[in-house]
């Protein structure tokens, strides 16, 4: 399986942004998908999860302020993210394939390459 994330840039505190992670080469409807992110000097975190019936589950960090949702016809899953904070500044990844803890980056198989999201203050 091969994961493809777009969608970051550089945008101001307050603002929103659309991810996207194209999927191909599996049967995408079948892998619950999740995003992490890594901040400048730190690990990677846990941001959200979305299962393969459709049920989501976020980090504290960002409950209520990101959406992860998923088209499987197109084989995309999308994280919304709105009044961005500078500490959101982050390489965003997506992954795929939840075999192990949902909120580590140890429980899943199959990994995109990241999209950098830089929130200025």
């Known amino acids: 399986v091969q994961l493809q994330a777009s969608g970051g840039g550089l945008v101001q505190a307050g603002g929103s942004l659309r991810l996207s992670c194209a999927a191909s080469?599996?049967?995408?409807?079948?892998?619950?998908m999740a995003w992490f992110r890594r901040a400048p000097g730190k690990d990677r975190d846990f941001v959200a999860r979305?299962?393969?019936?459709?049920?989501?589950r976020y980090a504290d960090s960002v409950k209520g302020r990101f959406t992860t949702s998923r088209d499987n016809a197109k084989n995309t899953v999308f994280l919304e993210i709105h009044s961005l904070r500078p500490e959101d500044t982050a390489v965003y990844y997506c992954?795929?394939?939840?075999?192990?803890?949902?909120?580590?980056?140890?429980?899943?198989?199959?990994w995109g390459q990241g999209t950098l999201v830089t929130v200025s203050s």
């Open positions: 979305i299962g393969n019936s459709g049920s989501t």
């Open positions: 992954a795929a394939d939840n075999r192990g803890p949902a909120d580590r980056p140890s429980g899943y198989t199959y």
């Open positions: 080469g599996g049967t995408f409807s079948r892998y619950a």
